[in-house]
């Protein structure tokens, strides 16, 4: 179960298996889903239509665009940006699964958890991102950069991007993005642990328990489901960030198509909006739902499963 509860025994998992189970978690999912996260990454920063009918076109549909990559990049194409990505996933999940295990339980012994789940879990949900965030958003940066690079590559590894980005554009390029990153980690990550409780009982409502394990199933599907719900709703922000993280590396794109260049948040919806209309705010979305789908279907079901096995491991040491 995620998510405090005094009456499950598998809550007895220490901080630091809480923390494993987090980190394990997001290494997995990382690598299971890293070429849809870059071919997400190419339709966000994509200027022009994604449509076939538009002749600029770099990029106009999944399969079109991963084939594309792998002609003209390789297949390695797929993962770059995987070291930082892959750091990114893992500090990430040790300090959201912590920090939410941490707000959860601390809101159950204040006697605001059990009457007020659904809230208790979207706030704690959005807080442990927060948290999660904060800590790794440089990481997230250099992934964004790396993954974004066409060739021949800008920077050729994650040492050197470091470096060249620290010397060319001064220490707060590794915060670029981050306005638009907090506001949307609330409510995306909050939707995301609401919601993936509300699912696992609706899931139970509908299929009642019959003493068969199931239950790994459940997580998955019901991760999958809030992944879709939660990234639906908060995609705009996603794609602003993702916009934001690339100023300054305008060069680097330029075979991709059009650049441009933004002043801030505001300056870039307006832009969007001008020129690509409400659509544009939407770019990536079908690449995006599906990797919402897997990587917090993922999610969830490595981290529950890794608790559960923590938990069976202590109790035949016994």
């Known amino acids: 179960m995620v998510g405090y509860d005094a009456k499950a025994d598998v809550r007895s998992n220490s901080k630091l298996e809480v923390a494993v189970a987090g980190s394990v978690s997001g290494f997995v999912t990382r690598a299971l889903i890293s070429p849809l996260d870059v071919i997400k990454i190419r339709f966000q920063l994509q200027i022009e239509r994604l449509s076939p009918s538009d002749p600029n076109a770099k990029y106009h549909g999944i399969f079109q665009a991963a084939k594309q990559i792998l002609q003209e990049e390789g297949p390695r194409a797929f993962w770059k940006g995987h070291v930082p990505a892959q750091i990114l996933s893992i500090g990430y999940g040790a300090v959201q699964f912590l920090a939410f295990e941490e707000l959860t339980e601390l809101l159950y012994r204040a006697n605001l958890y059990q009457t007020h789940q659904f809230s208790a ?41 470091i470096r060249t980005m620290y010397k060319t554009e001064g220490p707060f390029v590794f915060y670029k993005g981050l306005t638009p990153t ?137």
């Not at 959005?126 to 974004?148: E, F, I, K, N, Q």
């Not at 933004?262 to 739902?289: A, M, N, W």
């Open 121 to 161: 879990h979207f706030v704690c949900g959005g807080l442990s991102a927060g948290t999660a965030t904060l800590t790794v958003h440089p990481v997230d940066v250099l992934r964004t950069r790396l993954a974004a690079q066409g060739e021949p590559k800008i920077y050729n590894n994650l040492r050197e991007a």
């Open 182 to 318: 907090v506001i949307a980690i609330f409510p995306y990550a909050g939707l995301q642990f609401s919601c993936y409780r509300s699912l696992k009982r609706a899931y139970d409502w509908l299929i009642p328990p019959d003493g068969k394990q199931t239950g790994n199933l459940k997580n998955l599907l019901c991760g999958c489901g809030s992944g879709v719900i939660s990234k639906t709703l908060t995609y705009p922000l996603d794609l602003f960030k993702k916009r934001l993280q690339v100023g300054g590396f305008e060069h680097a794109r330029s075979a991709f198509g059009q650049v441009r260049s933004y002043r801030g948040l505001l300056d870039l919806i307006q832009q969007v909006l001008q020129e690509e209309g409400t659509r544009g705010f939407f770019k990536g979305l079908t690449p995006s739902l599906m990797k919402a789908a897997l990587s917090t279907g993922f999610m969830f079901f490595w981290y529950e499963l890794f608790c559960n096995l923590f938990h069976c491991i202590r109790r035949e040491d016994r």
